[in-house]
């Protein structure tokens, strides 16, 4: 069975930090470009920052994110990570991580959305 499953959420202070992983079973993530989301009540899913295939050499990040969190692979791991830094109030949502195999490109897989696998989501909250 092909999963993705997201850890790391959890309640942080504003200004606090958390890191987030995204762990693939039944297939390698190393040739997928894998994209991390979120969904906060009341708005629509969107991409945070993805990252391309094998060397994850090309990333793209949102601008409300960027320069705060930081997106990583481990393909000797199977996980794709997402780091985050300074968070706001804002950036409180159900996080997702997803894989697509040809999605021409890492900010098509943000922006459109692009994705052939999802993940069941965790929650990041920030308050004080």
């Known amino acids: 069975q092909l999963q993705l499953v997201e850890s790391g959420g959890g309640l942080v202070q504003p200004g606090g930090s958390l890191g987030l992983s995204c762990a693939a079973s039944?297939?390698?993530?190393?040739?997928?470009?894998i994209g991390w989301f979120r969904q906060a009540p009341g708005k629509e899913r969107e991409g945070v920052s993805c990252?391309?295939?094998?060397?994850?050499?090309?990333?793209y990040y949102a601008d409300s994110v960027k320069g705060r969190f930081t997106i990583s692979r481990d393909n000797a791991k199977n996980t794709v990570y997402l780091q985050m830094n300074s968070l706001k109030p804002e950036d409180t949502a159900v996080y997702y991580c997803?894989?697509?195999?040809?999605?021409?490109?890492?900010?098509?897989?943000?922006?459109?959305?692009?994705?052939?696998?999802w993940g069941q989501g965790t929650q990041v909250t920030v308050s004080s």
């Open positions: 997803a894989a697509a195999q040809n999605p021409f490109t890492v900010q098509a897989m943000c922006v459109i959305p692009i994705a052939d696998y």
């Open positions: 039944g297939f390698t993530l190393d040739y997928y470009t």
């Open positions: 990252i391309s295939r094998t060397d994850g050499s090309s990333t």
